[in-house]
Each structure stands twice: as C-alpha cells, then as structure tokens.
Nanobody, 124 residues
C-alpha cells in the first residue's frame, strides 16, 4: 500500500519561506511523477508543481519563480521550497503520486495516491 505523509506547513508572514516535505512509503517511488496541489477554502484543488521520474519540473504560472520542487529518490521524498510567499498562497497543500509510471501531468484526476495535507497560512 502506498502512503504519503506531508510535513512542513505553518504560519509565515508575507515574503517569508517554507519548505514542505512528503515521504512516500510503498510502491516504486523513482518511477512516478510526484505532484503538489493546493486547495484554499471555497476553491477547487489546483495544481502547484510536479517533478517527473526523470527530474523534469513544471510549475503553475502563479508560483513560477517563487517555488521549487525537487525529489530525493534515495529517501523516497519530494520537497516543495516556497519563497516570497503571498497571502494568496494560503491553502492546504497536498502531495500526490501519479497513477501511471513514467507519465507526467498536472491534472489532479491523474493522481491516485494523496497525502493528508498540510496547512500553509501566509499573513499580511
């Protein structure tokens, strides 16, 4: 059984930084694209970034240049470094594993394993 556990969320002032981590157990971590998504109150879950099995990265326009996604296959861990945070980044952040090996996408329905989420709150 594949399990994902996020950590690293919290409260930060605008302009600050946070680093989220997601540890994956079960399955073959290195073969799958790992994505980060977020959901703000009253809004749909949206794509933030992903890092593919081949380390190719892709970002939503709203976070490009501020966030950085990476992975450590030896530790079965994916990271999301968030800099220059804005109040509109406030949301619950989720990591997820793509349902297909060697396939990359930014569509939430293409991911079938999800973590429990970690809250990120950016104050003004």
């Amino acid at each position: 059984q594949v399990q994902l556990v996020e950590s690293g969320g919290g409260l930060v002032q605008a302009g600050g930084s946070l680093r989220l981590s997601c540890v994956v157990s079960g399955g073959t971590f290195r073969s799958y694209t790992m994505g980060w998504f977020r959901q703000a109150p009253g809004k749909e879950r949206e794509f933030v970034a992903h890092v593919a099995w081949n380390t190719y990265t892709y970002y939503a326009e709203s976070v490009k240049g501020r966030f950085s996604v990476s992975r450590d296959n030896a530790e079965n861990t994916v990271y999301l470094q968030m800099n220059s945070l804005k109040p509109e980044d406030t949301a619950v952040y989720y990591c997820a594993r793509n349902s297909r090996p060697f396939y990359a996408s930014s569509t939430p329905t293409d991911y079938n394993y999800w973590g429990q989420g970690t809250q990120v709150t950016v104050s003004t």
